[in-house]
């Protein structure tokens, strides 16, 4: 807690001076040079804190989202202008989240909680089952952090999304989309997974390496940077140095998108309407080639270092102290109408 305070002043610090800073300076090399000691901080700041899932929550937010928001503010793109009030711009910067562009006729909607309360009735089961990991084949085991890993990151962003929408009133855009409906690589990636990153890679990378190269040179450049920071993520987990596993990973997906586009253009030129697939086939085969290259390159680096054995002790640990906060309170509650019992008698 002590870090987390620390670090939550070094990140408005920072916000409050580029905002200052973007303010003081025009679009280009010069406000880019002024953000600088802004952005070098959030590489490091993570490393403030022990729990792997403070870390790499952190380093999500700042060492990657943060980031890339402040350069796209340097050249007066994405998120962020110097306009905002701080207590607008200090979250979109720091937080998963981004402004939905109001609508003519805007109508407020209720907050859908269902899903939220299935995700986390479905991970609070989940969970428990690490207690007993020692049994499970280990392709079982992988397939389990594969729903862990969504499940925590939906949980995460949404919470992170909620909270900034609801203390600052903003409206804001979704941060996943039923991925498991997917019925492509480009659908998934594209239009369903972590949106976030989705939206502030298409303007930092896609756009300008598509403009001067070709779409497939964009999707295969956005895979590879994307692939670098997955890079850096995985050392706030592991502590080790990068093997380039997870880069592969997203460059082979990123081929494989730009392969699927080329042949659905292809289809579509010769046939009209293109090449139908049933929608269950192809959500069945987009997300087996998902998970099946995960276990081939994603989950290597993590497994290796013992950083997944950490994660479900980490888990297991907050599993436990729920379950005692909770009977504590209850304790409390009966002793609290005992006492009113025996004054009423």
């Not at 993570?46 to 870390?55: D, G, K, Q």
């Not at 990151?153 to 039923?178: K, R």
Request: hydrophobic share 50%.
């Amino acid at each position: 807690m002590e870090a987390l305070l620390k670090v939550s002043a070094s990140v408005a610090a920072l916000m409050a001076y580029a905002r200052f800073a973007a303010s003081k300076t025009t679009p280009g090399r010069r406000r880019f040079f002024a953000l600088l000691p802004a952005i070098s901080p959030l590489f490091f700041l993570p490393l403030s804190f022990t729990s792997i899932h403070f870390r790499s929550i952190s380093g999500f937010f700042l060492g990657w989202l943060a980031v890339f928001k402040l350069l796209l503010l340097s050249f007066d793109s994405g998120p962020l202008f110097p306009s905002l009030s701080f207590l607008t711009f200090l979250p979109i910067a720091v937080l998963p989240v981004k402004l939905r562009p109001i609508a003519p006729s805007p109508k407020a909607k209720p907050p859908h909680l269902l899903p939220t309360a299935i995700k986390v009735i479905l991970l609070s089961l989940l969970i428990p089952l690490y207690s007993h990991h020692d049994r499970f084949p280990h392709h079982l085991l992988l397939s389990i952090y594969c729903l862990h890993i969504y499940l925590a990151l939906e949980l995460v962003l949404a919470t992170a999304a909620f909270l900034a929408g609801s203390l600052l009133g903003l409206d804001l855009e979704p941060q996943f989309n039923a991925p498991y409906l997917s019925t492509s690589l480009q659908d998934f990636w594209g239009r369903r997974w972590n949106l976030m990153v989705t939206a502030i890679l298409r303007p930092s990378v896609y756009g300008p390496v598509r403009a001067r190269w070709g779409a497939a040179a964009g999707v295969v450049a956005t895979f590879l940077v994307s692939g670098v920071m997955h890079e850096l993520m995985f050392y706030y987990i592991t502590s080790a140095p990068p093997t380039g596993e997870v880069s592969c990973f997203f460059l082979l997906h990123g081929v494989c998108t730009a392969v699927e586009g080329w042949i659905r253009k292809a289809a579509k030129g010769r046939a009209g309407e293109g090449m139908m697939v049933n929608p269950v086939v192809s959500a069945a085969m987009t997300l087996g080639f998902v998970v099946l290259t995960g276990f081939w390159l994603f989950f290597p680096p993590v497994v290796r270092t013992g950083s997944d054995q950490r994660v479900v002790e980490e888990c297991l640990a907050a599993m436990r102290f729920l379950e005692g906060g909770g009977r504590a309170i209850l304790r409390r509650l009966g002793l609290q109408l005992n006492l009113t019992e025996a004054k009423i008698l």
